[in-house]
Every structure is written in C-alpha cells, then in structure tokens.
C-alpha cells in the first residue's frame, strides 16, 4: 500500500487526549490542528500535525488527498444501532402521527413484534443486503464503525441468523461492526404469558450457542418492568457474564431507575437511554464507572421532549456517549451528524462535547479506544472528509449529511 497524505483541511479534529474515555471538562478539547495534515501507511495513521511538518516527511509517491480546506474527524462510532431487520414500520409511523403511542402499538401485538415476524421470515441473503444499503447510509454521515445488535429473531435459529448476517457485514471490511446478542429484546408472540420460560431459552440455550460461535462481544437486554424487568435481565446478563461477553443495558427508557441500577450492579459496560433516570440513577452509574449511550434520535421521532440529562451527566464527570440507536420502530436513522444537532439544541451539549461523544467515547465503550476513535499515530487510519469549514457546523446545520469522504483502514468506503 502507498502512504496517504490528506493536506488542506481547515481543521484536523484529532481528539489526541488522555487514553481513556474523557468526562467533564475534557470533553470540549477535540485537539484541533488549524490547517493540518495526515500521513497514513499500512492502513494506520503514521504522522499527524501542521501542513508544512507532514509535507516534509512524507514520501515522494504518496497518493495525495485534498481535503478541500474542509475538516477531517475520526469516522464516527455509532455505538448503539439495531441494523438488521426486514421491512420498515412506516405504517406505525403514521398511526403514531395520527395519535397512537409506541406503548399501544406494542401492547396490540406491532412494535418490535412486528418486525420480528418478517426478520423470521426473511432469508440470509435478503437480510445482508438491506443491511449493506444501511451500511452506505451510515458512510454517507460518516460513520466508521457501528455497535450492531441482534434482536428481532427471538428464538434460537433466526438470533443466530441475524448474527451471521452482522458478521457478513463487518467482513465486507467497509463497515467495522461490533456485534451484540439482543435475545431479550422482547418477549415473542410464541412466548407470551411465559416469559420466565424465554429467559431460560436466552440464559441456557441462545447465549451458550452465541458465546460458542463467537457470534458476539456484548449482551443486551431491554431491561423495562413491562418487558424484562430486573429480575428477569439480570439472569440473562448473569449468564452472559459467565460466558465472557461484555454487558450492555436498555435502561430506563420509560421508567424510572431500575435500569440504571441494575447496570450498576453488574459493572455493564455501558447503561442505554436513560431518559427516566433520576439523580440517584446517574449517581449510581457514575459510581461504577458503567458509560451512559444517550440515543436522542429515539426520544425526537417517539416525540416526546423527555431528553436525557446529558448536562448533568457531563458535571459528574461521566464520559458521555452519543449514538443513533438506529432501528425501525423508534429510531430510523443512521445519521450521526443529526445527533449531534439534537445533541446541542434538545440536550445543551456544546459541539465539541457531542463531537467527544460520538468518537473516542463511543470507542472506549466498545473497547476500542486504543484502535479507533481519535486521529494519533499507531491508530487505524478511519476518517471522514466533512463538506463544512469548521467543526461546529456539523451540529449547526442540521438536516444533512455531512461526509464527503469517508475511509476505513486507509481505504475509501465512500463515495
Ligand atoms: O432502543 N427499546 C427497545 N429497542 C429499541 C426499539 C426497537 C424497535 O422499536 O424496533 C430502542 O429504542
Ligand atoms: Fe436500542
């Protein structure tokens, strides 16, 4: 592979920084070079600083890439998304408007059960590629890689195919994905008034296959009284401990506390949502170090106004993660570039802070901040080119998407 030299950017967003995930007030340095350059070789960044010091060492044959006087970032990592399910739920979309709630919707059998029944029905094939079409989406708000969930196959067999499909999709090498087994996303049809039943079907049967195969890093549960509640998570994420997968949590996303709590007490990588945690909540959180993934894409297309208390969270230091929650029901959007505008005007982050957010955060809540998430030397070398002069403006307007370039590993994914 010849070296890159990306030249002319209006400003390098680094995020060079402490190797960890930042909280507070480190959350507002993204490390910016004014009219910086980029060396990459081998696929990984070699050299980062001012124009005129990565001119002098880069090689005579590099492949030269003219940012344009726009600015560069570390592709975004989308730490929470559900990208592989069949069909849409448009028809739900328009109920909703014409005054349904997400909560009715559910209770009468569509919601996630809805999507369910097609992914079930849907092959392989056909499930790759409406996920690879998602796939350019997230490339098109420069988005580099995606935590990818399972979660609309509920029984043993279409988990695994969903799974298989995300392992299809991380080996395009386009998208970095990062797989996580969702199995109690919700109760299925076949299951209902036997719930304790389907936790003994994820716990025993589902997480020892997946754990086997090696088809995920993470657990996840919805972790909600009226779909699994405390008691009923926390066996599943028991055993999914056992088993050496990292825990992830839906928490709180209508009702107060028992999410973040319980993310709590099992140390989870991360707790999801939190629209309903209150002060002890967060405390709580924070206290175990478990990294809050605030998904206000969610809370805009449910329409509702109750927003995470992201500023909250940023005072007690906690390092803060923005993410799309990409799926059909209440979050069907890939764009990064979106959340960071809900970001500053629904949750009163500052530019930079969900910028911090939506990169070396999001990676260190995957264990990947020594690989990705930031531009410094030894990283690999995914970034996107913006169609914009300064960092603020990707939050600033809204409604667009952003990337004029995106690579992953030193290679253009896109256009
Ligand atoms: O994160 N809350 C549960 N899961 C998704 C919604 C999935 C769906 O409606 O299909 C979420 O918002
Ligand atoms: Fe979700």
């Known amino acids: 592979m010849t070296d890159l030299a990306v030249w002319n950017c209006a400003q390098l967003v680094t995020l060079a920084g402490p190797r960890r995930a930042r909280g507070g007030r480190e959350m507002r340095d993204l490390a910016i070079i004014p009219d910086g350059a980029m060396l990459v070789r081998d696929g990984r960044i070699h050299a980062v600083g001012p124009r005129a010091e990565i001119e002098r060492a880069a090689a005579r044959d590099a492949e030269a890439i003219n940012a344009g006087g726009r600015i560069v ?41 809805s999507t369910v029944r097609r992914t079930r029905q849907a092959d392989e094939a056909d499930l790759l590629n409406a996920a690879r079409r998602y796939g350019e989406w997230f490339h098109r708000g420069g988005t580099t890689t995606i935590e990818a969930k399972s979660g609309y196959g509920l029984s043993l067999e279409a988990e695994l195919k969903i799974l298989r499909v995300i392992r299809r999709l991380a080996a395009d090498g386009r998208l970095r994905c990062v797989p996580t087994f969702l199995g109690a996303h919700e109760v299925p049809d076949e299951y209902r008034g036997r719930s304790d039943d389907y936790v003994g079907l994820v716990a025993n049967e589902m997480l020892p296959r997946v754990a086997a195969e090696r088809l995920a890093e993470y657990c996840d549960v919805f972790c909600e009284p009226s779909v699994f509640p405390v008691m009923q998570a926390r066996v599943i994420l028991t055993a ?77 230091e906690m390092p803060v993660v923005l993410a799309t929650d990409f799926n059909p029901g209440s979050s069907p959007t890939t764009s990064m570039p979106l959340v960071l505008s809900l970001a500053s005007t629904q949750m009163k982050m500052t530019p930079a802070e969900a910028i911090t957010a939506a ?12 690989a990705i998430g930031s531009l410094e030397p030894g990283k690999l070398a995914d970034f996107a080119i913006h169609d914009a002069g300064d960092y603020r403006e990707l939050a600033y307007f809204f409604g667009r998407e952003t990337a004029r370039a995106v690579y992953v590993g030193g290679v253009c994914v896109f256009p």
């Open 240 to 316: 999914a401990r056992r088993l050496g997968l990292g825990l992830r949590l839906h928490a709180d996303q209508f009702s107060a506390d028992e999410g973040a709590r319980l993310a709590a007490e099992m140390g989870a990588s991360t707790a999801d949502h939190l629209e309903s945690t209150s002060a002890e909540g967060l405390a709580a959180l924070q206290a175990a170090g478990v990294q809050p993934v605030l998904l206000p894409a969610s809370v805009y297309h449910l329409g509702s106004s109750r927003y995470p208390a992201a500023r909250r969270m940023i005072d007690l």
């Open 73 to 113: 970032l570390p592709g975004f990592v989308d730490a929470h998304t559900h990208p592989v399910f069949a069909g849409t739920r448009a028809d739900e979309f328009e109920q909703r408007a014409a005054g349904a709630t997400y909560a009715e919707i559910a209770a009468r059998g569509g919601g996630i059960r």
């Open 359 to 370: 990169t070396i955060n999001g990676a260190y809540s995957l264990r990947r901040g020594d």
